[in-house]
Nanobody
Framework: EVQLVESGGGLVQPGGSLTLSCATS????????MSWVRQAPRKGPEWVST?????????DYADSVKGRFTISRDSAEHTLYLHMNSLQPEDAAVYYC???????????????????WGQGTQVTVSS
């Protein structure tokens, strides 16, 4: 059974930093692209970032977070990370990690390309 468990969310002041983690199990982590998606209150899901499978890796970011967020993965620990800097109130959301449906495929913002989601971790940005 695929399991994705996010952690690391919390309350941070504007301009602050957080690192989110997603512990995974139940699949061959290195073979699948992974992404972060967020959802703010009363808004639809927003793709944030993707990291490719394998040892490259290729990374991609939404324009809204480019230059501030960094996605990474530790294949030995089967864990996905999202390092977030210069957080702003508009970054407040529940952040989900998600796994591509198929191994060794290129995925991005189409949520139909993903088949497993964590429970999410709340990020609040407020002074």
């Amino acid at each position: 059974e695929v399991q994705l468990v996010e952690s690391g969310g919390g309350l941070v002041q504007p301009g602050g930093s957080l690192t989110l983690s997603c512990a995974t199990s139940g699949f061959t982590f290195r073979d699948f692209a992974m992404s972060w998606v967020r959802q703010a209150p009363r808004k639809g899901p927003e793709w944030v970032s993707t990291i490719s499978s394998g040892g490259g890796p290729y990374t991609d970011y939404a324009d809204s977070v480019k230059g501030r967020f960094t996605i990474s993965r530790d294949s030995a620990e089967h864990t996905l990370y999202l390092h977030m800097n210069s957080l702003q109130p508009e970054d407040a959301a529940v952040y989900y990690c998600t796994k591509a449906k198929f191994p060794r495929t290129v995925v991005r913002g189409d949520l139909n390309d993903y088949d497993s989601w964590g429970q999410g971790t709340q990020v609040t940005v407020s002074s």
